[in-house]
């Protein structure tokens, strides 16, 4: 069984920076991909970063040039970085890791809670 465990997220201003961590109860490079999500209430979950096996990274158009993925697979975790956070960032956190092959299977952390305050 997979664990992932957040941490990192609280109550920052508009224009502030919080950085969130995803431990894994393994090896972060066996899987295909890890990433953030996340679901504002009343909206759909949505894909915040991920981060490949190979080191490539993907991110949402809305935190381009703001928002960083990054991973320390000697310590099975995955960052984000948030800077410049807006009030429309606000939302429970994801993290996710996931096998794709043979077909897709996710597993999923108990989120941790952004909120940022205009």
């Known amino acids: 069984q997979v664990q992932l465990v957040e941490s990192g997220g609280g109550l920052v201003q508009s224009g502030g920076s919080l950085r969130l961590s995803c431990v894994a109860s393994?090896?972060?490079?066996?899987?295909?991909?890890m990433g953030w999500y996340r679901q504002a209430p009343g909206k759909q979950r949505e894909l915040v970063a991920e981060?490949?096996?190979?080191?490539?990274?993907n991110y949402a158009d809305s935190v381009k040039g703001r928002f960083t993925i990054s991973r320390d697979s000697a310590k099975n975790t995955v960052y984000l970085q948030m800077n410049s956070l807006k009030p429309e960032d606000t939302a429970v956190y994801y993290c996710?890791?996931?096998?794709?092959?043979?077909?897709?299977?996710?597993?999923w952390g108990q989120g941790t809670q952004v909120t940022v305050s205009s």
């Open positions: 996710n890791a996931a096998y794709e092959f043979p077909r897709r299977s996710d597993y």
């Open positions: 393994r090896s972060i490079l066996a899987f295909n991909v």
């Open positions: 981060i490949r096996n190979t080191g490539s990274t």
